[in-house]
């Protein structure tokens, strides 16, 4: 069911299994080398994973081997081993091998690697490859990653249930690990633990969630706060009509019309409860709009998207305190509900509390990684608290990708005007005097007339101004 602009809700759709993730996430964790082969031969890592980039696993495996033989309890080089064996098509031969070095001497690492192995193939992605993990967490049961992968297995097992204790403890001993908490919710949520699902997103997308995670996140999320789960087949035709007036036509009179004669057949659908709301919001009739966005509320309290609702409302009649709770709670419920959290960040900047604005910036920097708004929202909260360098880093990853937007140009040479003039150092002066004035004058090669680099230019001549 698609729902006006101001509603992102959106019907469920199927979560692209785990196990098909990169092979349980498979792959060297290290960084690329610099410079070209010519200037500088790659460390053996740094080749394995250029081989396996090239679909060359074969040349990798030497390489793995004899750097997992100087570390052997390097996990990573583990995973991208086994990565390599899998891809080079010797998957049974790899099991067989580890089997046979367990049957010789026991260690955790190749029981782990055994796991990953099993996991790769669909047949053996339920009990053998828990029963690997099980015994690597036997005989480390403190690291992390075995919880973790025990219980994606277990998860993948559809053992919901079982899957919720190891996947907890790994974000307890790894909590920096962001990944983690989706399995997490995803078992909470199919346990009945739909609190706790959304707990878990919540602490997601506080940390550095990937873009593939973000969208699995809010894959889930969709899932757990699907407003059509049980919406009455009878009604359906009318509130097709309905949503046809409201998106398609703009047409919110007779929209409302519908909407009324679904609520008389079924007073208590919050959904039906909060569409009217925008439609009489849409006619500017706050009073009905606030009333049907409370009785939304109150029949479905834990849909963040009721309470966001309200909270736009009163923000849109200048009532910026009575939105806050609103949207507090909208993203308590739903913390992937990106417009909440940007008009979060933009009450708590205006009260001056820059703790809570930068949280709010920075958890839609990784909903939204690519936009502009969010990073020059977190960059001007950084540049209060006195943080230049946090500041220059968000400004700079728009400058980067692109070097044209001159407002962001113009922002990195008034940020090290700022610098400049409070830093107590002068070789810290020094310095932000350079780069400012080589960002203003940037703008003003662009725009010769623009008043404020202008300006700025002339502080740095006149630091006693």
């Known amino acids: 069911m698609r729902l006006p602009p101001s509603d992102s809700r959106r019907p469920p759709r199927r979560l692209t ?3 098909g993730v990169a092979v349980l ?3 060297l964790a290290t960084g690329c080398g610099h410079g070209t082969a010519a200037e500088r031969p790659l460390e053996p890592r740094d080749q394995a ?4 980039a090239k679909n060359q696993p074969e040349r990798a495996v030497p390489l793995l081997e004899a750097e997992l033989a100087r570390a052997p309890e ?5 995973r991208a081993l086994t990565e390599a064996q899998v891809k080079a098509g010797h998957t049974d031969a790899w099991i067989a091998e580890l089997q046979r070095r367990n049957a010789q001497g026991e260690r955790a690492v190749n029981h782990y690697m055994l796991g990953l192995a099993y996991f790769s193939r669909a047949s053996d992605a339920g009990s053998p490859a828990v029963a690997a993990f099980e015994r690597a967490l036997a005989m480390k049961p403190d690291e992390p990653e075995f919880h973790y992968r025990l219980g994606l297995a ?28 989706l399995p997490l919710a995803k078992a909470l949520h199919h346990t009945g633990d ?24 809010r894959a889930l999320m969709d899932q757990i706060a699907d407003p059509f789960a049980r919406f009455p087949k ?13 998106q398609e036509l703009d047409a919110p009179h007779p929209a409302i019309v519908n909407f009324e004669e679904i609520l008389r057949d079924y007073p208590d659908l919050a959904v039906v409860h909060a569409l009217l709301g925008l439609a009489w919001q849409r006619l500017d009739d706050a009073g009905r709009a606030v009333e049907e966005f409370k009785r939304a509320i109150e029949l479905a309290p834990e849909d963040g998207k009721n309470h966001f609702y309200l909270g736009e409302l009163y923000l849109a009649r200048q009532r910026p305190e009575a939105a806050r709770p609103y949207l507090e709670k909208a993203v308590e419920l739903n913390p992937l509900l990106d417009t909440a959290w940007f008009r979060l960040g933009d009450l708590h900047l205006e009260r001056k509390d820059l703790k809570a604005a930068g949280e709010a910036f920075r958890v839609l920097t990784h909903l939204q990684p690519d936009a502009v708004p969010p990073r020059g929202k977190l960059a001007l909260v950084l540049q209060l608290e006195g943080d230049w360098a946090g500041a220059e880093r968000e400004l700079m990853q728009v400058v980067e990708k692109d070097p044209e937007n001159l407002e962001f140009t113009l922002r990195l040479g008034i940020l090290f005007t700022e610098q400049a003039k409070q830093s107590s150092k002068p070789e810290e002066r020094r310095v ?3 780069k400012a004035e080589r960002w203003l004058r940037k703008v003003l090669e662009a725009q010769p007339e623009n008043v404020m680099a202008s300006r700025a230019l002339q502080q740095l001549k006149t630091p006693g101004q």
Request: no cysteine.
């Open 74 to 78: 390097d996990l990573a080089l583990a």
């Open 234 to 246: 009878a009604a359906e035709p009318k509130l097709e009509e309905a949503m046809r007036y409201l």
């Open 49 to 52: 994973r250029a081989y396996l």
């Open 432 to 434: 932000a005097a350079e």
């Open 194 to 217: 739909s609190a706790g699902a959304v707990k878990a997103l919540g602490a997601l997308v506080k940390r550095e969630p990937s873009p593939s995670e973000v969208a699995r996140a």
């Open 25 to 27: 996430g498979l792959g």
């Open 154 to 181: 277990r998860l993948e097992s559809e053992q919901y249930a079982e899957a919720v204790g190891p996947l907890r403890r790994a974000a307890e001993l790894a909590p920096e690990r962001a990944g983690i908490r």
């Open 17 to 19: 299994t785990w196990a």
